[in-house]
């Protein structure tokens, strides 16, 4: 079984906007932080957003900035990524990931995260 599960994925426009869920059946999320990741075809994986679970401190990467905000819901049992003004470079695969050591502060490194979804494909066209 899956630890986390993500959900929201699909094809958009350039310029679209989508939301990416990161839910779980088995973990209590509002106890760890949580990073979305993306790898997009021929490329390694990488961090572009997380936010902590006791502070809600957040971090993006220079490619999300301005544009991905991640949130919790009220009950901290979902956790969101808003991704607006899509371009194909956003076109990958995104993870979401749990990390029970990230109580005040998060990071966009694999290292801390030791649970993984399966991913859901985003496809933005030109």
């Known amino acids: 079984q899956v630890p986390v599960v993500e959900s929201g994925g699909g094809l958009v426009q350039s310029g679209g906007s989508l939301r990416l869920s990161c839910t779980s059946s088995?973990?209590?999320?509002?106890?760890?932080?949580i990073g979305w990741f993306r790898q997009a075809p021929g490329k390694e994986r990488e961090g572009i957003a997380c936010?902590?679970?006791?502070?809600?401190?957040?971090s993006y990467a220079d490619s999300a900035k301005d544009r991905f905000t991640i949130f919790r819901d009220s009950e901290r049992k979902t956790v969101f990524l808003q991704m607006n003004d899509l371009n194909p470079d956003g076109t990958a695969v995104y993870f979401c990931?749990?990390?029970?050591?990230?109580?005040?502060?998060?990071?966009?490194?694999?290292?801390?995260?030791?649970?993984w979804g399966q991913g859901t494909q985003v496809t933005v066209s030109s």
């Open positions: 990931a749990a990390s029970p050591t990230s109580l005040k502060a998060c990071e966009l490194g694999e290292s801390p995260y030791g649970h």
């Open positions: 088995e973990l209590i999320l509002s106890y760890y932080g």
């Open positions: 936010i902590s679970s006791v502070s809600g401190t957040t």
